[in-house]
């Protein structure tokens, strides 16, 4: 049987995340008290302090600013595909007016 990964809200990593940068606690010391794997931890980490930089990061972003960024991204990039969609139907549209 397959053991299900455990899931964390991104309020939760980018607390986790705060206490090690901000707070200046260990990695090993915040993922022994919060019963959570190192790797998880220095990820999150690594995912702020991206973010903090301005940067993308990598997975899943979660800081609000960033999430925003990522909605907005993909947003976009629908609304130029539907932008292109409608050029190609009034192109065609106009050519079987003529």
Do not use: C, H
Request: proline share 1%; no cysteine.
């Amino acid at each position: 049987m397959k053991k299900q990964r455990k899931q964390y809200e991104a309020a939760f990593k980018l607390e986790v995340a705060r206490m090690v940068v901000d707070q200046g606690l260990s990695v090993a010391q915040v993922a022994k008290n919060m019963d959570i794997g190192r790797t998880a931890v220095n990820r999150w980490v690594e995912q702020y302090r991206a973010e903090q930089m301005g940067k993308a990061g990598i997975g899943k972003p979660i800081t609000a600013e960033q999430q925003r960024i990522r909605e907005l991204e993909t947003e976009n990039r629908q609304l130029r595909s539907d932008n292109e969609l409608l050029k190609k139907a009034s192109a065609f549209f106009a050519r079987e007016l003529r």
